[in-house]
């Protein structure tokens, strides 16, 4: 990103977060509003798809915690400055003038403000954007070749792909198309850090890097919970009651079978261990929720036979303790 772009744009304002919000307040903002506006949920809406790019941009910077701060320390400068490749920056002293107290000796001793200044607009910037530092060095700059430009990316993955890995194409704004190997596990709003595959140095220094910041779709069957798939599985009332055997969907393969005891409730979780999100620290397990299906319609057979159980069934209310600590 051009440091014009990081002075012209207010990424805590397009989020509509305050400049101090936590990182778990910026990704819990993130996810709100990318999902509002994703494409998928806006098809053939270009201003949803703009706001999603818009939304994506900020986020990929202010959650990065080093371009944070770099970008912070830019927009603490103030807006006015313009930058023109090749010609006299407008606006320098007003950038500059309330940090250096508008004349004398700069960093590295190097002079600034009332004449020309020896110490060019990227020798004073080079710490802050990568660049060398001047001639003098000082605080705060870095000497030798610069890095590269990092740029940044969004793909859209499904929820199995991302729960199993795989070398997607990317072409990301700005840069060469390239594959790139897709760790399994990656969860939505997720960010990774390609080393090397952003913008080649401009004097010999390492390439930068590529910010990559993933969304899952949803699943129509699963959904995860950290390292553990979550799947809610239909009984019938008898299977509840008098217990059975059943088949549970897994992800990408053969449904398992398991053992409903005999009164298992509707919310009860069984648990299938190693069938969940396996990443490099941790495999997580498949976790069934069991839900009674009341039928929309009963035979008139079946519906005295339930009616006699009704009858041969104890006079309780399951309510009774519910209503009970309610009113403690």
Request: glycine share 16%; hydrophobic share 35%; no cysteine.
């Amino acid at each position: 990103m051009a440091s014009q772009d990081w002075f012209d744009k207010d990424f805590y304002k397009v989020l509509g977060v305050s400049k101090d919000v936590s990182e778990a307040d910026l990704k819990k903002t993130y996810r709100k509003l990318a999902r509002q506006f994703h494409p998928d949920s806006n098809p053939g809406d270009p201003k949803a798809e703009a706001r999603f790019k818009e939304i994506s941009e900020a986020h990929s910077v202010l959650a990065d915690p080093e371009m944070r701060r770099e970008y912070d320390q830019v927009r603490a400068m103030g807006s006015g400055a313009r930058f023109q490749a090749g010609g006299q920056a407008g606006g320098f002293e007003d950038v500059f003038g309330g940090m250096f107290g508008g004349g004398g000796q700069g960093y590295g001793g190097q002079s600034y403000g009332g004449g020309q200044s020896s110490a060019s607009f990227e020798d004073l910037l080079g710490g802050m954007f990568g660049g060398q530092a001047g001639p003098g060095g000082g605080p705060g700059f870095r000497g030798g070749p610069a890095k590269g430009r990092d740029l940044a990316a969004n793909t859209t993955l499904d929820f199995a792909t991302a729960i199993n890995g795989e070398t997607i194409k990317l072409q990301p704004a700005g840069g060469r198309p390239m594959n790139v190997k897709v760790p399994a596990g990656v969860s939505d709003g997720q960010k990774i850090r390609l080393k090397g595959k952003g913008e080649p140095s401009p004097n010999g220094g390492p390439a930068g890097d590529l910010v990559l910041t993933v969304t899952v779709r949803k699943h129509p069957v699963f959904e995860r919970e950290g390292n553990n798939i979550r799947v809610v599985v239909p009984v019938t009332f008898a299977e509840a009651v008098l217990g059975a055997t059943i088949e549970v969907p897994t992800l990408g393969g053969a449904p398992v079978k398991l053992k409903v005891a005999p009164g298992t409730p509707s919310g009860r979780v069984l648990r299938v261990k190693g069938r969940g999100v396996a990443t490099a620290k941790a495999t997580g397990d498949l976790l069934a929720e069991v839900q009674v299906a009341v039928p929309n319609r009963i035979p008139e057979a079946a519906l005295a036979h339930l009616e006699a159980f009704a009858e041969a069934m104890p006079a309780e209310n399951p309510r009774d303790d519910l209503i009970a600590r309610a009113r403690s």
